[in-house]
């Protein structure tokens, strides 16, 4: 499986790396244009893997018959039939005990998963973590024999380059393992619309469904992104890809490696980007940078003396293009270090330094509906400000967060989603627990549910 941006729908600039800089050079004779990647290949396809998800869903049976499908199409018996779907993506090895990384949405919501090695062995594996907000996933698989398995060794994806060559390697279609060759097409592209977390590696290398979650390597044999999505009108390859890049993919694993838990680190300032006019009234000569819109109180950036109306224009000697580049940063760092910024106030450049902690609780204040209930199955949450800055709220947003709905239950079919924020119902606000879980055990015969989701207002009449 691979994500597709389609054309149609989908409505960046590279980061100045303070590093030392490798030299490159073009072939010089006709022998070395003659050069193969085989060296490589055989070096990494082993611990490239094909993944193999399957999944259960619930289909709803209708009959054909408008006057029964109203009146009894809610019954147990009528309304549900298992349906068996797979989906086909690609990992690769990253430990010699056997941790994979993969795409979140190759084994997302999967009620088994195996593996397949390119020398044929397959393998059951275990779901060790699966973060939607990277749109990665780790994998892990024992070998019976206790042996070590071949891996792929993690490289600096910031010391990447336009125009460097890389390789893909996955299992297209289905078709079996696979490799292509590219160059690096661009980097830092945000504002693709995929992740959370904006920073993708472009790449001209093929790569179609079934690629996700394969490796993207240098020509050192080293991984550098995990293959994610690509931009097409057909469906296919048409010479853009995106990975998501090694640095991540690394904190990710580590996370893995760690119990499953991903901390990420809490800055506590909310940023907007700059256009033509706002950058000049600010005196600053290009749009580039991530403007500070609100800070959130006793945070580490209000701890570092940030500001609204402040630009951040780098972090730890990286220029900063946009927020999507500042989020990435920070989401990369390990928790209690420093990040050492560079800030634009009123015309003067200053410095300020700031240590990334673990997050304040999402909300100590949180509840699980039960009973016979429209809403049973929601589990939901005071919104706290670490929890607004994840919903992509102001750190004032008041209502309740729904924050998971239990597969199947009444919530879930009600259509609340992971996310929702419930501002009001049958005409009543709801700003904390107490008042939602009273409201959302009544069976009234109708509800009226104003809602927000993904920066909309959803207002909507269900019956109770």
């Known amino acids: 499986m691979l994500r597709q941006i389609v054309l149609a729908i989908l409505i960046v600039a590279s980061p100045v790396v303070a590093h030392a800089q490798t030299e490159r050079q073009v072939p010089q004779s006709q022998e070395q244009v003659q050069l193969s990647y085989s060296p490589i290949v055989r070096e990494v396809a082993p611990a490239v893997v094909n993944v193999y998800a399957t999944r259960v869903e619930q289909q709803r049976m209708m009959t054909g018959d408008p006057f029964f499908d109203r009146f009894f199409g809610d019954s147990p018996f009528f309304q549900q039939r298992p349906q068996t779907s797979q989906s086909l993506g690609s990992g690769v090895i990253v430990s010699p005990e056997g941790m994979i990384l993969t795409n979140n949405h190759v084994v997302e919501n999967a009620t088994d998963i195996r593996v397949v090695t390119n020398d044929g062995r397959e393998y059951p594996v275990d779901l060790v973590l699966a973060d939607s907000a990277t749109d990665l996933a780790v994998l892990s698989v024992r070998d019976p024999q206790g042996r070590d398995f071949p891996i792929v060794e993690f490289a600096d994806s910031d010391m990447l380059e336009v125009g460097d060559l890389v390789l893909a390697i996955g299992n297209p279609f289905g078709v079996g393992q696979s490799v292509s060759s590219g160059i690096v097409s661009a980097l830092a592209r945000t504002g693709m619309g995929i992740t959370d977390y904006q920073f993708f590696i472009q790449t001209d290398a093929a790569i179609n469904p079934g690629n996700s979650g394969g490796a993207l390597v240098d020509m050192n044999g080293r991984l550098v992104g995990i293959n994610t999505a690509i931009f097409t009108r057909s469906g296919g390859s048409q010479g853009i890809g995106f990975a998501i890049p090694s640095n991540m993919a690394r904190v990710i694993a580590a996370a893995g490696e760690d119990g499953g838990q991903i901390i990420r680190p809490w800055f506590g300032a909310q940023t907007q980007m700059l256009d033509v006019d706002l950058a000049a009234s600010l005196g600053l000569e290009t749009p580039r940078g991530a403007l500070v819109t609100e800070i959130a109180p006793d945070s580490p950036a209000a701890a570092a ?59 100590a204040r949180q509840v699980t509906i039960s ?60 700003r904390d627990i107490e008042t939602f879980e009273s409201v959302a055990s009544q069976r009234p015969r109708s509800w009226q549910i104003m809602l927000q989701r993904g920066g909309n207002v959803i207002r909507s009449i269900v019956g109770g």
């Open 305 to 363: 003396g940030l500001a609204s109306g402040d630009v951040i224009t780098s972090i730890d000697g990286i220029a900063v293009q946009d927020p999507e580049a500042l989020n990435y940063r920070i989401a990369t760092k390990r928790l209690d270090s420093t990040a050492d910024l560079v800030l634009w106030r009123n015309g003067t450049q200053l410095a300020a330094n700031v240590r990334l902690v673990a997050p304040p609780s999402i909300s």
């Open 371 to 430: 009973g016979n209930t429209r809403f049973s199955g929601a589990i939901a949450a005071e919104l706290s400000p670490s929890l607004a800055q994840e919903l992509g709220l102001g750190f004032s947003a008041q209502g309740i967060a729904i924050i998971d709905v239990e597969r199947g239950s009444a919530a879930q079919q009600l259509g609340l989603r992971p996310g929702d924020v419930i501002l009001t119902l049958n005409g009543m606000e709801i």
